[in-house]
């Protein structure tokens, strides 16, 4: 049964609004007339850490029902619906830094002194963000790792550590797409027919590029050269053993199983029990990309407010940024997914079972 309030709701009471109006101090203020711009600074940083609040709790649900080993449908679609709505709060935080940068430099010179050695490392939902997705200790840059000890209290670093100790969003998946069925289905082993597929699809370029009149031979050898490097790289995929090497190398962080699934919903998307997993891969794929732009976003702010300073908190400022843009992505493998996609016209036709397997079909029953 709905259970109804009895007590009249205020606006300002419900929403806190005391507390949250109340808290910002300008630092400068303590040293005399405050800094006019400081203020827009402190709110910025507050709505920043607001909103990484709820993408935390979006996220928790989301690992939440990754960690059931049979995942309804019902539930991949609530997955996919939170997936985009962090990539919506993401794309918010990204048009947000735009709000930031109607600071000049000089404004920011006002205060920025008075803020050492506050950094925004010490964000701790951030790095519980970071931690969440699949970012971890040992893949970060050196100066990340040591921060952590330096930057951060004993007890904070005890809930990090206790943080990276579960399973993050990375693993999820990664167990998810393992479990995908479809790949060997009653005697049909797609990966036999993809890999003729590709056979194909790559010979008939080889004939297209030796066939080619508009090449001279120069141009000719270095696009079969090419095309024996992308021969290569299926060849990596499609045998086991070769695939280590693309782990070893960081092409690919998932398992080969996992990168085969993702690529086989990729491939067949358009069949209807794969629309789901395909919008939850491509979800997750935007997270990473959102997040990337908005560290790069980030660094292009802190180089035209500091140039060549080092940061608050000791980094070597925009350089340091950059690195993290780079060095702490997740769901890169789904980028890599589009070198092993082929056209839809080369696509092998699945057996007649497997196709009624990935629709949705009724069946009447039998009188």
Do not use: C
Not at 251 to 259: C, E, N, P, V, Y
Not at 260 to 278: C, G, K, M, N
Not at 286 to 312: C, N, P, S
Request: charged share 25%; proline share 3%; aromatic share 10%.
């Amino acid at each position: 049964m709905t259970q109804r309030n009895t007590k009249d709701v205020n606006y300002g009471e419900y929403l806190r609004l005391d507390r949250i109006l109340d808290a910002q101090f300008p630092e400068s203020a303590r040293f005399g007339e405050a800094a006019h711009d400081e203020t827009l600074f402190i709110i910025t940083h507050q709505a920043y850490e607001l909103w990484f609040k709820q993408i935390l709790h979006e996220l928790g649900s989301v690992l939440d029902l990754f960690d059931d080993e049979t995942l309804d449908d019902r539930d991949l679609g609530t997955i996919a619906h939170r997936v985009d709505r962090v990539v919506a709060i993401l794309k918010l935080l990204i048009e947000q830094i735009g709000v930031l940068e109607t600071m000049t430099p000089l404004d920011f010179l006002d205060f920025r002194d008075l803020l050492i050695p506050a950094s925004g490392f010490q964000s701790i939902q951030f790095k519980e963000l970071e931690i969440t997705l699949g970012v971890k200790f040992e893949r970060r840059i050196q100066y990340d790792r040591q921060s952590f000890a330096t930057r951060l209290t004993d007890a904070q670093r005890e809930h990090l550590a206790a943080l990276e100790g579960r399973p993050d969003l990375f693993a999820r998946v990664q167990a998810w797409l393992e479990r995908m069925p479809f790949l060997d289905f009653k005697g049909f082993r797609f990966w036999d027919a993809y890999s003729q597929a590709v056979d194909r699809m790559l010979e008939g370029d080889r004939e297209t590029i030796t066939n080619n009149t508009a090449l001279n031979e120069a141009q000719r050898a270095a696009q079969l050269q090419g095309l024996d490097k992308t021969r290569a790289l299926f060849d990596s995929v499609l045998d086991a053993e070769q695939f280590e090497t693309l782990v070893a190398d960081g092409f690919f962080r998932m398992s080969r199983r996992a990168i085969l699934s993702a690529l086989f919903i990729h491939l067949y998307r358009d069949e209807p029990i794969l629309h789901l997993p395909f919008q939850v891969l491509n979800g997750l794929a935007e997270i990473d990309e959102k997040l990337t732009t908005w560290r790069q976003r980030h660094a292009i702010m802190v180089h035209r407010m500091l140039g060549g300073k080092i940061g608050t908190g000791g980094s070597s400022g925009h350089e340091y940024l950059n690195k993290t843009a780079t060095q702490n992505r997740v769901f890169q493998d789904f980028f890599h997914l589009s070198t092993f996609l082929i056209p839809r016209s080369e696509l092998p036709v699945l057996p007649d079972d497997l196709r009624q397997e990935l629709g949705f079909s009724f069946r009447p029953a039998s009188r």
